[in-house]
């Protein structure tokens, strides 16, 4: 029996996913829950996973655009790992060997075409497009009518895979001089969806960015002193973020509007923390949810962001793991910048950038000294935040930074905890 397999639906309101990756060829024998695809959506990368077992028969190319429910593949059920490896457990006898000759006659053919390259008027031909062709009733000449015109890169590089398959090196450095050619390929559906957000953040939101610098001096300290211990007792490193994470959650709590978002005409303020933080992965830019963070210590920081990151860069993150959020984080200084004006992710209020940290000559108590400095930013809708207030968010963030005894105290000095102040 053949069954249709169909592209899911990754989420409410999305209707189009594009095929990225096939993870099997075409005639493979799959088992029963195996992932055979990965589709991509304007959020996330998603498998398709095989209903049942049997030979699959693939349908449409890497690459393509899809309609949710739109069948990608079959799977014929008739086939499975077990009935392929029959014929080697059966007798001798000669009318089987008959019969098992036969057979590998007629599977043989298809067990080339999965890696063959049809060749039909000196045009290459693919398997599935050969298939497809077929269907359509279309033939050499009608696939060429429909392509874009023959450009001068064309020509070049059919010169060269002429010079390659006949070993000929003075037409290929030649076609390499005369390459002045373009590529041009479709925006995935996460980065069409990304450039989207981005732009509606710069339309709509009064964005404006304040700056300060944190002495990392103590922070370093502690990492060091602690880092064997931490890792020894939670699984985990002791990293920079956890730091940044606290710290936004104090300030946040002492300025309430950056945690919030406007409605419509409402200002919505939530008595929760979801951090975002910002995730490059091979597919883009992503912004996986930390919930709840004002709940958390150190290590379920650190291993809340492990477990994301590893999934984003993976392409197994999930939808709900990407929704929501009421302030971001994004450290750019892992790829060595020294400043940026990051862009809100709407519809958030505020972003805090941090950046790369650099030995910089600095006063303290009078005295020029070498410190390890790091800048920081804060892009904020002015909208619903003042000049003021975010400029006092981010003092706060420095202060705790800098004495992280304070995030015991919701930032406040111990010692004017201690005496009631």
């Known amino acids: 029996m053949k069954i249709d397999v169909k592209i899911p639906s990754p989420g409410e309101s999305i209707t189009e996913v594009e095929l990225t990756k096939w993870l099997v060829s075409n005639g493979d024998i799959v088992e029963k829950d195996q992932e055979i695809a990965e589709v991509e959506s304007e959020k996330a990368t998603l498998p398709i996973i095989a209903p049942e077992a049997g030979k699959i ?11 949710v429910n739109q069948i990608c593949c079959y799977i014929d059920t008739s086939f499975s790992a077990s009935t392929e ?11 089987h060997s008959k019969t098992s000759k036969a057979e590998q006659s007629k599977e043989k053919p298809k067990e080339q075409d ?27 000449d009608d696939i060429i009518k429909g392509l874009r015109r023959i450009t001068a890169a064309d020509v070049d590089l ?19 001089d005369q390459d002045r050619g373009l590529e041009r390929k479709p925006m995935s559906q996460l980065r069409k969806k990304v450039s989207e957000r ?11 960015t304040t700056f300060n610098e944190v002495d990392m001096s103590r922070v370093q300290e502690i990492r060091a002193k602690y880092q064997k211990d931490f890792q020894e007792k939670y699984g985990v490193k002791l990293g920079l973020m956890s730091f940044f994470v606290r710290a936004a959650v104090e300030a946040l709590k002492l300025h309430p509007m950056t945690n919030s978002m406007i409605v419509g005409e409402d200002i919505v303020t939530p008595n929760y923390i979801d951090m975002g933080i910002a995730v490059q992965t091979p597919k883009g ?14 290590a379920d920081i650190e291993k809340e962001i492990l477990r994301l990151a590893t999934k984003a860069r993976e392409g197994r993150i999930t939808l709900d793991e990407l929704n929501g959020g009421t302030f971001t984080i994004t450290n750019g200084g892992i790829f060595g910048s020294m400043l940026s004006t990051p862009i809100i992710n709407y519809p958030q209020s505020a ?6 940290i650099v030995e910089r000559p600095v006063a303290v108590n009078g005295r020029v000294e070498i410190r390890p400095i790091m800048y920081v930013a804060l892009s904020y809708d002015h909208r619903i935040i ?15 930074v800098e004495n992280p005894e304070k995030l015991l105290f919701s930032g406040d000095e111990p010692v004017k905890k201690l005496i009631g102040l």
């Open 57 to 67: 028969e693939l349908v449409v190319d890497e690459g393509s655009t899809m309609s």
């Open 85 to 95: 490896s029959k014929p080697e457990q059966v007798d001798n006898s000669t009318e």
């Open 114 to 140: 999965k890696d063959e390259i049809h060749v039909t008027s000196g045009i290459k031909v693919t398997p599935l497009a050969k298939k497809k062709m077929e269907e359509s009733s279309l033939n050499i």
């Open 158 to 176: 059919a010169k060269q895979e002429l010079s390659n398959s006949s070993g000929s090196s003075e037409i290929v450095e030649k076609a390499k």
């Open 198 to 208: 981005l732009v509606t953040a710069k339309n709509t939101t009064a964005m404006l």
């Open 285 to 298: 830019l992503m912004v996986p949810v930390i919930r709840d963070a004002q709940k958390m210590s150190f």
């Open 351 to 356: 972003i805090l950038g941090m950046h790369n």
């Open 386 to 400: 003042d000049g003021k207030d975010s400029a006092a968010f981010l003092m706060d963030i420095k202060r705790m």
